[in-house]
């Protein structure tokens, strides 16, 4: 009896909360104390490298794998055991494709939607991720990319609230890549919830509101992305060639006014000048250890 | 719960996707399985074929009477029908489901609000249909090409009918059971098919059973397919020829008692082995 997507009676805005989360995997720390919150709405990005527990958080959230320790509530429930009401409003695409050789895309979607008390159309649903031209071909057939959307629209169908994806666009090619940003964009538009898992930074950036730096099982730091790592607070960097010819350089919290000093000095151009910031990349690999 | 509670609902999205009542829902998957088994040439062709081609090999090369009024081809016949719902079930569940693990179906199905028990549903209705199909075909050859007699009586009509729904029951537990035993999506044949191919061996299915060594007599005993092979006797040959069986008569109280045990067996093994993912998906 849902009559909105996020009045459905939850008072708090929290789609997934998270505290004191651990797992280990005989030997190894797979998560090792990881604090989350995810708000209802949001585009929330995990950034790590493989290997730094992205996976296992999220397949504790997804409620395939039980956790050690730690409390984990996803829209309101523990999803160690959920209800069957749960699996209605969660929708998840996972990291491999589920391949279904023997049947073509039509027949998947429509099979699935079958499951949903308030599934959306399947045809409607095929067409909004791209496949209606390939709506009668066996799955098997797809390419990449496709499949990926056909995982796409069997973790949408159901019309979830919240919406798993794990690296969704490992193995795309730079343009299937943007296509598929935009499809999830158009979800979060719409109102759904998102957390997806990924190690390009560049697609944390387009999509997330927020992004979860997680390294060696810890979730490191939280922040929308511009400001990941304080980035716009960062010493900025201003370099410049000596009449020596030699490079000379410093590190400014005023760049501007290093560059007008400079300026003045050498009484117009200044040879070889540069002023930068650290760029994400450079923050992210500081923060996960790597430099 | 009720339509009232959503007077918004668009028209459009009301009638493809509307959720059906459990038994819609098993059924519906039932016929999901049964499509995408007929579409996969190597199922058709092993688990339909495979016990056809024997037939029609085997009978037609031997046909010796073996006791008065009853020929190798009438007992090698029966013994393909229970071979053929073991391979239905037994072998075909226990390839298929390692595959279906393997590719991450089962998986993507547990993240859906499907009832667990919907999918073993699908699992069983298509094996039972398979098993219906495949028994007529081999009977429908067997009466036009071998000289096999159709039961003439209504008592022999349920015991085909109890022997084969038992066995293959049996069967589909322990297929189900063992497709957890198999790492990846081919290690499944490799499990499955040496287990089918030497229990048909000494359970009589090739050779008459009581020629058999007797150590090899009692291992066949420990398992289903010997009885399936001796219920199904009792069936189609006459009743004069349970003076051969092992035991001096077909024994069918046996025979269910056996293959219920499997079934228990079987059945407790599915609930506590049963993996969604694979082991290295935890």
């Not at chain 2, 299915?205 to 058999?212: A, I, R, S």
């Given at each position: 009896m849902r009559v909105g997507r996020t009045l459905d009676g939850m008072s708090d805005d929290a789609a997934i909360r998270v505290r004191g989360l651990r797992k280990t995997y005989g030997e190894s720390?797979?998560?090792?104390?990881l604090d989350l919150d995810v708000h209802r709405g949001e585009v929330f990005a995990l950034l790590?490298?493989?290997?730094?527990?992205k996976t296992t958080t999220v397949e504790i959230l997804e409620g395939y794998r039980q956790r050690d320790a730690g409390e984990v509530r996803v829209l309101g429930v523990d999803p160690a055991d959920p209800p069957r009401d749960w699996r209605e409003r969660v929708g998840i695409v996972f990291q491999g494709t589920g391949e279904f050789d023997e049947l073509c895309v039509a027949e998947v979607v429509h099979h699935f939607a079958g499951f949903y008390a308030d599934a959306d159309d399947p045809d409607k649903v095929i067409e909004r991720v791209g496949l209606s031209a390939k709506?009668?071909?066996?799955?098997?057939?797809?390419?990449g990319g496709q499949k990926r959307r056909l995982d796409v629209a069997l973790g949408i169908v159901g019309r979830p609230e919240l919406l798993f994806l794990d690296e969704p666009t490992t193995g795309f090619d730079p343009e299937a890549r943007r296509e598929f940003w935009e499809l999830i964009r158009d979800l979060a538009a719409a109102g759904t919830t998102i957390v997806l898992t990924t190690h390009y930074l560049d697609e944390a950036e387009a999509l997330a509101d927020r992004v979860g730096v997680i390294a060696a099982g810890r979730l490191v730091e939280v922040a929308a992305p511009n400001r990941l790592g304080n980035r716009q607070e960062a010493l900025a960097t201003v370099s410049w060639r000596t009449p020596e010819g030699t490079l000379e350089s410093a590190q400014s919290a005023t760049p501007t006014a290093l560059v007008a000093e400079l300026a003045a000095r050498f009484g117009g151009e200044v040879p070889g000048l540069t002023v930068t910031r650290p760029t994400l990349e450079e923050i992210y690999l500081t923060m996960i250890g790597h430099r | 719960m009720t339509t009232t509670a959503k007077p918004a609902q668009p028209v459009t999205t009301a009638s493809p996707a509307r959720r059906r009542g459990a038994a819609g829902l098993a059924l519906r998957q039932g016929r999901l399985e049964i499509r995408q088994f007929l579409r996969s040439r190597e199922s058709v062709v092993f688990t339909l074929g495979f016990p056809l081609i024997m037939v029609l090999i085997f009978a037609s090369i031997f046909n010796e009477e073996i006791a008065p009024g009853v020929s190798y081809t009438q007992y090698f016949i029966t013994g393909m029908i229970a071979t053929g719902l073991m391979t239905v079930s037994f072998q075909n569940l226990g390839i298929w489901i390692p595959i279906e693990r393997d590719r991450g179906v089962l998986k993507r199905y547990r993240?859906?609000?499907?009832?667990?028990?919907v999918w073993f549903a699908g699992k069983v209705i298509m094996v039972l249909v398979i098993s219906v199909v495949m028994t007529a075909l081999l009977l429908a050859v067997s009466v036009t090409l071998f000289d096999l007699d159709l039961p003439s009586t209504t008592t022999a009509w349920l015991t085909f009918g109890w022997v084969s729904g038992l066995g293959v029951t049996a069967c589909t537990l322990c297929g189900i059971a063992i497709s957890s035993l198999a790492r990846t999506a081919r290690s499944g044949s490799a499990v499955v098919t040496p287990v089918a191919l030497v229990l048909q061996f000494i359970s009589g299915?090739?050779?008459?059973?009581?020629?058999?060594p007797s150590w090899m007599q009692q291992v066949a005993a420990l398992f289903p397919l010997k009885w399936m092979c001796q219920g199904l006797r009792s069936v189609f040959?006459?009743?004069?020829?349970?003076?051969?069986e092992p035991g001096g008569s077909f024994e069918l109280t046996r025979v269910a008692l056996v293959l219920g045990v499997w079934c228990v067996i079987g059945l407790v093994l599915c609930l506590t082995t049963f993996r969604w993912t694979t082991r290295r998906d935890g």
């Open positions: 720390l797979a998560v090792a104390g790590g490298p493989n290997g730094a527990g709506a009668r071909a066996r799955t098997h057939t797809l390419s | 993240g859906t609000p499907m009832p667990k028990w299915v090739f050779f008459v059973f009581t020629n058999l040959l006459p009743e004069t020829f349970g003076a051969d």
